[in-house]
């Protein structure tokens, strides 16, 4: 039995060293290119008119000014630092979830699902992100609100008294992130998932790997590439998402585009809008950087 | 109708499969013979198409594309390539009207140019710095939902003794709402016996309010009647106009009340950008003209600005005559909004 | 037997699991296509009496019409340009082991981690700078940057994880560069590229802070018109042109399914 647990053992690593082994190239440097060259013309070069205006005089300077006061008020002062952290925090919480519920999802449609049911999940999955922002709200409300669905429920049966605060939560926004956000979870998992070989599956289990361990074993340090992706996607996205916050949150959460939001539409105090805009990019790259390391150790 | 539809839909199919090919590539500046105006979209968008518009149009046979969207993005376009504007006339509102000012984004009002003018009472024109003219306005008083509320308050301050005894939650409009400043902040101060220069009394009333469970905030003008609509608060601070276009449209359960503080003056500002097209003033003097904005007045149900215009009874009753409202200090409020947003994303959330 | 036993069970309560997700994903959705359906005058639930009304006005709105259709071309003009840039490198960056190759997919993917208000703030005045101003091509370019990310990082997911057997073997028996990749490597990555095109459409569709600033009489995005639409008018034809939009991506996978089968598309050959 040992012996079939080391085999099984030396499986699993062989399939995470796979993508190692390519011993040729197909591809030459020109493939990546153009990618390069737009992004370089319309993304890094803009990003120099950010820069520059994160350092101009912002409406409310700190005592002394400076060449990098906007960044000093941001970092000199606990306030922000929270608003820093709560940005992540909503993010990883966000992203996690994602993951949790989409994963099972992601396996069902590719492994379990018939052709037609296959088809309607695709439909469901980009029907919210079709869905205006103030609608999806406004179904929210309906379910959520003081009046709503399930305070009336909850009443009618007498498990509450007095309806509970649903909305303008913390919970509102992180369930309406996951709402849209879980689709970019899901197909990114399912579109791996469906190039595993799944005779590297059998052979585990005739090798007499549970189905539990199979799955941990084989199908989900295979399917990690896409686990990875959704989570880039979720994490990012949700890192930048304020609609939801603004809608939903109701000033329950503080976080970076929603402060960036409102020195565009409130205050006009574009250069402290700017400087929190590069803070983002810099903690959402630092955080795209780790996850990549981290994707590429999992998988190697 | 049904023709320029198919039309469309057949260009739309082509479009499909060679975009590219069809895309025209120039940017779309300003014409000379026709100018680009700004609107909101739906019902107002609709009034600035069949009464300015037209009244322009039929006058001096130019035309008026008409621009959707809304002030900040008007503002950053402008900004952006100010020597060939794509936009000729600005819809704004008044503190950004003054921060267009300020930054030279807009031209003074040059009275020469429009007849209607002497019409307008100078308040409009002052309140600006003569950076445009006010052409409309609302009043922000308190809305409130007529079926679940039998008692309403008749001020603000009686508003906000009723939500702190409980008898209902309050919607008011949260700091990521442009207008929050003076709609809110200032009012509560000035209701409250504080200032521009002292917010304090505002800023405590929404702690406790927020302590007492009792508030809640929205972000854009069509959550405040999702609150009402929900269930999720009984009453707030809202719009004239828009409370009374919804009870027109069969929300009769809407009310409004005018409160004897005064309802806050919130007024809209067109203003001339700077390097555009001459024919800007025909159409800012056809904002101006009598006929026009009573039209206007009667399809969107905010107050107008000229003196010759006669409201009909049933839109009288409904319209705060500016004489009653409150006038906030919009200079002083511009100023101070940084520390404002400051401290309310501190002490009451952002 | 036993295992057929097994997988039924996982399949009933993994169905299960999609069953109760899909519940919370599609409940905020029916609420719209019912409000849609209204003939109340405004938005309410429950609706109080069926209409098509609302479909009526969204047709007789002309910005909402020639929005969605700048709305539609903008999403498959900028997605297009975004797969022909990035499925290539996704494809070099995946092959190539180097320490740089890290560096560059977080570059390629650095536009995920831009503010769009900023980002499109900065292509506002950087664009106008270059001459290309408010037109259709900026708003193109503007939605390719934004779009690249989610192409580049689901290739390479799909790709990194493919079988290189085939790819080999290939080699071996002499294929060319162009038959291996026509042949062999794109119907391995096939699922990536629909899965990050379909991201691609649905969030340059669902776009507003990169869009508005690139609005004009002859650009304005549908998310612009219903954003300045609902400033001073809330009614049921917001929550109609959404039930339009769905119906448009059902009629779409409707015509994929029809001629190339959707799971297809989704699964490498």
């Known amino acids: ?300 | ?350 | 037997m036993a295992r057929l036993a097994e997988e039924t069970r996982e399949s009933w309560a993994l169905g299960l699991v999609t069953l109760l997700f899909f519940v919370f994903l599609i409940f905020p959705i029916v609420v719209v296509v019912a409000v849609s359906f209204t003939s109340a005058n405004y938005v309410s639930f429950p609706i109080e009496g069926f209409s098509l009304r609302w479909f009526h006005r969204i047709v007789e709105y002309e910005p909402f019409i020639d929005s969605l259709w700048v709305t539609i071309k903008v999403a498959f003009a900028s997605t297009a340009i975004a797969v022909l840039a990035g499925v290539p490198a996704a494809l070099y960056l995946v092959r190539w082991k180097s320490a740089v190759s890290e560096y560059l997919m977080a570059l390629l993917l650095s536009p995920l981690s831009m503010p769009m208000i900023v980002l499109g703030l900065a292509l506002l005045f950087y664009l106008s700078a270059i001459g290309l101003g408010i037109s259709l091509t900026s708003l193109i370019i503007a939605h390719t940057v934004v779009g690249l990310p989610y192409i580049v990082r689901t290739v390479a997911g799909v790709y990194r994880g493919a079988p290189p057997d085939q790819e080999e073997s290939a080699v071996i028996l002499g294929a060319s560069r162009w038959q291996i990749i026509r042949y062999v490597v794109l119907p391995q990555i096939k699922p990536g590229i629909f899965a990050g095109a379909t991201f691609s459409i649905l969030v340059s569709i669902d776009n507003l802070p990169v869009s508005f600033f690139f609005g004009s009489p002859s650009t304005s995005t549908l998310p612009v018109v219903m954003l300045s639409y609902l400033e001073h008018q809330f009614d049921p034809s917001i929550a109609a042109i959404s039930t339009v939009q769905m119906l448009i991506a059902l009629i779409g996978l409707i015509i994929i399914e029809r001629f190339y089968g959707l799971r297809h598309l989704g699964t490498p050959e």
């Open chain 2, 1 to 350: 109708m049904s023709i320029k539809l198919s039309r469309r839909q057949i260009l739309a199919g082509t479009v499909a499969s060679s975009t590219l090919a069809l895309a025209p590539f120039g940017p779309a500046f300003a014409q000379a013979d026709s100018i680009v105006v700004t609107s909101y979209g739906g019902v107002w968008e609709e009034a600035i198409r069949d009464l300015f518009v037209a009244d322009f149009e039929a006058r001096t046979g130019g035309t008026a594309e008409i621009q959707i969207g809304g002030p900040p993005q008007w503002m950053s376009q402008i900004e952006a390539s100010l020597d060939n504007p794509p936009i000729d006339v600005l819809v704004n509102t008044i503190d950004l009207a003054l921060v267009a000012g300020r930054t030279g984004l807009v031209e003074k009002i040059d009275r020469s140019k429009l007849k209607n003018i002497d019409n307008i009472p100078d308040r409009f024109i002052d309140a600006v710095q003569g950076w445009g003219v006010i052409f409309d306005y609302g009043s922000a008083g308190i809305a409130y939902h007529k079926e679940r509320v039998t008692n309403p308050p008749s001020s603000i301050k009686a508003m906000i003794d009723g939500a702190l005894a409980g008898e209902y939650v309050l919607s008011l409009p949260g700091i990521s709402y442009a207008p929050t400043p003076q709609m809110l902040i200032w009012s509560l101060a000035d209701a409250l016996g504080g200032s521009v220069d002292n917010v304090d009394p505002a800023f405590e009333a929404l702690k406790k309010l927020q302590e007492a469970n009792a508030v809640i905030f929205y972000g854009g003008a069509t959550e405040f009647l999702n609150h009402l609509e929900a269930g999720e608060a009984e009453l707030g601070i809202y719009w004239d106009g828009r409370t009374w276009s919804h009870f027109s449209t069969g929300a009769e359960w809407i009310g409004y009340i005018n409160p004897e503080e005064g309802g806050v003056m919130n007024p809209v500002v067109v203003q001339k950008v700077v390097n555009s097209s001459d024919a800007a003033w025909e159409y800012i003097d056809s904002m101006l003209a009598p006929g026009p904005q009573l039209g206007f007045a009667e399809k969107v149900q905010y107050g107008v600005t000229n003196s010759e215009v006669v409201y009909p009874d049933w839109l009288k009753e409904r319209i705060t005559p500016w004489e009653d409202t409150r006038w906030p200090p919009f200079e002083a409020i511009g100023e101070a909004i940084p520390a404002w947003v400051d401290r309310w994303n501190r002490e009451i959330g952002a």
């Open chain 1, 1 to 300: 039995m040992s012996g079939k647990n080391a085999e099984l053992e030396t499986m699993a690593s062989t399939i995470g060293a796979r993508a190692a082994v390519r011993p040729w190239r197909l591809m030459g440097f020109g493939y990546i290119i153009p990618s390069l060259l737009l992004l370089a013309a319309f993304f890094i070069a803009p990003l120099w008119f950010v820069g520059e205006m994160s350092l101009r005089e912002g409406r409310l300077p700190p005592p002394g000014g400076g060449l990098w006061q906007n960044y000093e008020r941001l970092f000199l002062d606990s306030f922000y630092f929270g608003v820093i952290g709560e940005t992540v925090v909503l993010s990883l919480v966000v992203t996690l979830i994602c993951i949790l519920m989409g994963y099972p999802v992601a396996y069902f449609m590719v492994r379990h699902a018939s052709a037609r049911l296959y088809n309607l999940i695709i439909f469901f999955l980009i029907a919210p992100l079709l869905t205006p922002i103030i609608m999806r709200t406004f179904g929210w409300q309906v379910l959520l609100a003081r009046r709503g669905l399930i305070n009336e429920g909850l009443m009618s049966m007498d498990l509450i008294s007095k309806p509970l605060s649903l909305l303008n939560s913390p919970v509102a926004v992180v369930l309406g992130l996951v709402h849209v956000l879980a689709p970019f979870m899901i197909l990114s998992i399912a579109s791996v998932l469906s190039g595993i070989d799944r005779r590297l599956e059998e052979s585990a289990r005739m090798l007499g790997a549970s189905r539990g361990k199979t799955f941990l074993k084989i199908t989900l340090p295979l399917s990690m590439d896409g686990l990875g992706t959704g989570a880039i996607l979720v994490f990012m996205l949700a890192n930048g998402s304020f609609v939801t916050l603004l809608l939903l949150g109701g000033g329950s959460l503080q976080t970076l585009p929603l402060l960036i939001y409102q020195q565009f539409n409130t205050t006009r105090d574009l250069p402290f809008a700017a400087a929190m805009s590069i803070v983002l990019l810099v903690l959402a790259l630092v955080c795209l950087f780790f996850q990549l390391r981290l994707i590429r150790r999992k998988g190697a």
